[in-house]
């Protein structure tokens, strides 16, 4: 017989031994079921995660640097930054003049107030002062209307632009154009939506669609605007030298600052790459701890693997103990067993994935965009059998290694 006959009809045995003990095997599978459901559904969380999270700071650009009282990301205390100067608008402005070859410079503050049309109240939504040059350093457009002109600007105008969620909240049916707000104690009329951009809040980061944008002088002057800190955001003409860029900005703010050679900068340049790097950090040790766990998970499934198998072996003793007597290699009853386990922990890891899109559809309904990609499928599938394979392997050897004469005397 040829090995590759040899191998079918040991499938064939394994086969007609599952078939034989269902509801052993349906017992067995259990607990491959729970730990490829645990393992896809940590993964695919983790996915989701990741593509939301780069979806998000990819429309801020990662072309454009931000200048901040303290930076975004930092190890030690935070009251080393508080004697800080804050930015001012004068630092943008003096900014302005002194880099030529930026694209656009921007200063934003915010607040947060209650806002209001007609019986329809929002509380403590947060209120973005910036300029004309907002859509050009973070992106994202409005989806009708406009949005704010130099002139709306210049001459502190009440106007603002509002976000999907804001529009959806306040107005429901209605279309906000020309319509009347309050913000807090001030009306500002509509001119513009913005379109959707969704969260950056993996890092405690904004609800764009939540925020609603006004002119920065206006937010100066009916909200109070001496004492605000502010943020300063460059675009780069060109991508090819933002770490050039990154230490021309330094050298103008140590300038405008009127630091010193030996002065330590009293300011941080921020980047979207620095909270990429920062993102990637956290994930990497949450999706190690999530499958550390579903890997207990997966264990407690194996040792079930194992128990079953040693059952079989022993209840089987008689038929290992026929077939090699009359001529079964060892590998062939090892292969055997070690066939019925993994076959057992494949049966299970597909029912898992099949599971799991149930699950992954939930996720995606209720919590955040997400989806079970194909290599997500395959690797579930390639642990299921990896486990049976491990999990049967010493069953197996057993069985390999019954002395015929015994096997056929056990009674």
Not at 54 to 77: C, Q, R, Y
Not at 312 to 334: D, P
Not at 389 to 407: C, H, T, W
């Amino acid at each position: 017989m040829s090995k590759l006959h040899e191998r079918i009809e040991i499938l064939r045995i394994a086969i007609e031994a599952i078939r034989g003990y269902k509801s052993r095997g349906v017992l067995t599978a259990l607990g491959i079921i729970i730990g490829i459901v645990a393992v896809v559904t940590t993964m695919t969380a983790a996915n989701g995660l990741s593509n939301n999270f780069k979806e998000s700071i990819s429309a801020v650009g990662s072309d454009v640097l931000h200048v901040t009282k303290t930076p975004w990301i930092f190890n030690g205390n935070f009251f080393q930054f508080r004697n800080r100067p804050n930015l001012t608008l004068k630092d943008s402005e003096k900014l302005k003049k002194r880099l030529v070859h930026a694209t656009a410079i921007n200063p934003t503050t915010n607040t947060r107030r209650d806002i209001k049309y007609r019986s329809n109240v929002i509380e403590g939504t947060t209120i973005i002062g910036t300029t004309e040059a907002h859509i050009v350093v973070a992106g994202g457009l409005p989806e009708y209307g406009r949005f704010m002109t130099e002139s709306d600007v210049r001459n502190k105008k009440k106007i603002c632009v509002i976000g999907e969620q804001v529009k959806e909240r306040l107005f429901k049916n209605i279309d906000p154009i020309n319509k009347k707000i309050k913000i807090g104690w001030h009306k500002f009329t509509v001119v513009g939506v913005m379109e959707r951009q969704g969260s950056a809040g993996f890092f405690g980061g904004p609800d764009y669609d939540s925020q609603i944008y006004i002119p920065i002088t206006s937010l100066e002057k009916y909200y109070g605007g001496s004492n605000r800190n502010y943020t300063i955001s460059i675009k780069n003409a060109s991508m090819e030298s933002m770490e050039d860029f990154k230490y021309e900005i330094i050298g103008e703010m140590r300038k405008i600052r009127k630091q010193q050679p030996l002065d330590k900068d009293n300011f941080a340049i921020n980047s979207m790459e620095t909270l990429l790097d920062a993102y990637n950090n956290v994930m990497g040790v949450v999706v190690i701890i999530g499958l550390v766990i579903t890997g207990i998970s997966l264990f407690v499934g194996g040792i079930g693997v194992m128990n079953i198998m040693f059952v079989s072996v022993t209840e089987r003793t008689r038929e290992i103990g026929i077939r090699k007597s009359i001529g079964a290699k060892k590998r062939s009853i090892l292969s055997q067993f070690l066939y019925e386990a993994s076959i057992i922990c494949m049966i299970g890891g597909i029912i898992g994935v099949v599971l799991s899109f149930g699950v992954a559809a939930l996720i995606n309904k209720f919590v955040m965009p997400a989806s079970i990609s194909l290599p997500i499928v395959i690797i579930a599938l390639i642990i299921s059998i990896l486990t049976g394979v491990i999990s049967g392997f010493i069953p197996a050897l057993k069985a390999s290694r019954l002395n015929p004469i015994d096997a056929l005397a056990f009674d």
